[in-house]
């Protein structure tokens, strides 16, 4: 199956930080691959905006490295990278002062549709969008894309969405999550939505209950001061796992447009139930190796910050109602692996001898690292002899899908294409954002108690004894990280 390339129109886009890690190894090489494709034209132009003190030739040149380094470029003719180059441009700005401003709005096309791209700290989102309109170098088309964390808790949330609606309209901001980008995410959608065999099934009534894992192998070394300010539960698990959930959970939408998904994930947000301390576990990695501990990486000898949180959560409504949700992500795990686990109740009555061991259907959705979809059913065991039951597989492996010479595309590709059609289906509204942290707040702030202070969890392990717990009293079994 070879992917099919849809053009979109001219655009200008403006990278604000565009010298910062995230410009380097995702935005980029992200726009070049679009580029490489066919996806824009020459007639589009990429400004680079940071306060280094550049010339355009000079910032060229750093493209030309970030390709080098994080792009496929050894499967691009060199014509390619030249052509793609020629559409770079630089401005020198500094967000806390005037410099630039005038500058970059000179370079502004208003009859072209136009993004500003904030790969910034999030206290810089409310300034520039501030004077991106003050300049004149937005207009009511221009798009603005912000990056997480959106916020650090409700109010800041709810004061970061009202600094960035004092100069752009709701349907103009672009808060985006990578993972919503991934192919599998979206194929979620379609396996629910575009297939009669399972949204009749997609209920507390023939679902036991679902497993939503993002593990990571790495630790924070080289972030740990950053990362002590927020956790695995502001990090990870009020965003990404929560769009998750989000999907997993929804109502079927009227039509698949932005309003109408996003109206739906509102819902489901807005469902869950309280959590408390008993049904979430908390952890941080300990190593064998002196200096290699959380603490050592935080930099913070008595942090009480989890780098592992595992919970059990109830959606309250009709369809999940008795259908636990459990969550867990952490640094320092087994595997970098994530993926959704809906496991299907045990049939009503089993008709064969001896098939204690065989349990209900289970759907499993991975998203990294090998993005696919794989349904475990129950079969005969081939052979004489009566009646044996074994497991088998239907799986489905997108890297199956694509033809060899088919690169597989980035979450930040998608995703910044559809910045620049304008399509906001894969992107979180505000409200759906205070919703979040509305849910969120309570819980950090029910660990502020030093009687929940995070257990301690061997370097490539599963976690914390706790998590273990939290699910084997509900008589269910994590899916093993790394299978």
């Not at 509900?474 to 990280?481: A, E, F, K, L, S």
Request: hydrophobic share 40%.
């Amino acid at each position: 199956m070879v992917s099919r390339v849809i053009p979109v129109s001219t655009f200008d886009l403006v990278l604000f930080g565009a010298t910062g890690d995230l410009a380097r190894r995702k935005v980029l090489p992200s726009l070049f691959h679009r580029f490489q494709v066919g996806q824009f034209s020459e007639e589009s132009r990429i400004i680079g905006a940071s306060r280094s003190d550049m010339s355009k030739q000079a910032f060229r040149s750093f493209v030309a490295k970030c390709l080098e380094e994080f792009s496929d470029t050894a499967s691009a003719d060199e014509s390619c990278v030249k052509r793609f180059l020629s559409l770079i441009d630089y401005v020198q700005i500094d967000a806390s002062t005037e410099t630039g401003w005038d500058v970059l709005s000179s370079k502004m096309r208003p009859q072209i549709i136009s993004v500003f791209y904030l790969s910034v700290a999030p206290g810089l989102f409310g300034t520039i969008a501030s004077r991106l309109r003050a300049s004149g170098c937005s207009n009511r088309e221009s798009r603005i894309v912000v990056e997480k964390p959106f916020g650090h808790d409700l109010p800041s949330a709810q004061a970061l969405n009202k600094e960035l609606l004092n100069s752009f309209e709701e349907d103009q901001i672009y808060r985006i999550d990578h993972y919503l980008g991934k192919e599998t995410v979206q194929n979620l959608m379609a396996l629910r939505f575009a297939n009669s065999l399972f949204e009749p099934l997609w209920s507390a009534a023939h679902i036991d209950h679902v497993q939503i894992t993002v593990a990571e192998d790495m630790g924070i070394a080289g972030r740990g001061e950053y990362y002590d300010q927020s956790g695995a539960m502001r990090d990870m698990v009020q965003n990404h796992l929560m769009q998750l959930l989000c999907l997993i959970a929804m109502e079927p939408p009227s039509k698949f447009s932005a309003t109408a998904v996003r109206n739906e994930k509102v819902k489901v947000i807005q469902a869950l139930e309280p959590v408390s301390n008993a049904n979430i576990a908390r952890g941080q990695y300990v190593s064998s190796v002196p200096g290699e501990d959380y603490l050592d990486h935080a930099g913070n000898p008595h942090s009480q910050t989890e780098s592992f949180v595992a919970m059990k959560v109830q959606v309250a409504n009709w369809r999940w109602a008795g259908t636990p949700f459990y969550l867990r992500t952490g640094k320092c795990l087994r595997e970098r692996v994530s993926e959704i686990v809906v496991q299907f109740r045990d049939p009503p009555h089993m008709i064969f001898d001896g098939t204690e061991g065989h349990k209900g259907n289970t759907l499993v959705i991975r998203l990294q690292p090998d993005e696919g979809i794989t349904l475990h059913t129950t079969i005969k065991d081939p052979g004489p002899g009566g009646m044996r039951l074994a497991d088998a597989s239907l799986d489905m492996s997108f890297a199956d899908t694509r033809v060899p010479t088919e690169r597989s595309q980035d979450a930040y590709e998608r995703l910044i294409m559809d910045v620049v059609r304008g399509d906001q289906t894969l992107f979180m509204r505000g409200d759906e954002v205070v919703a979040a942290w509305e849910w969120t707040d309570p819980i950090i702030e029910a660990w502020q108690e030093k009687r929940f202070a995070p257990s301690t969890y061997d370097v490539g392990g599963s976690g914390p004894e706790d998590s273990l717990l939290l699910i084997h009293r509900d008589g269910r079994r994590w899916r093993p990280i790394g299978r």
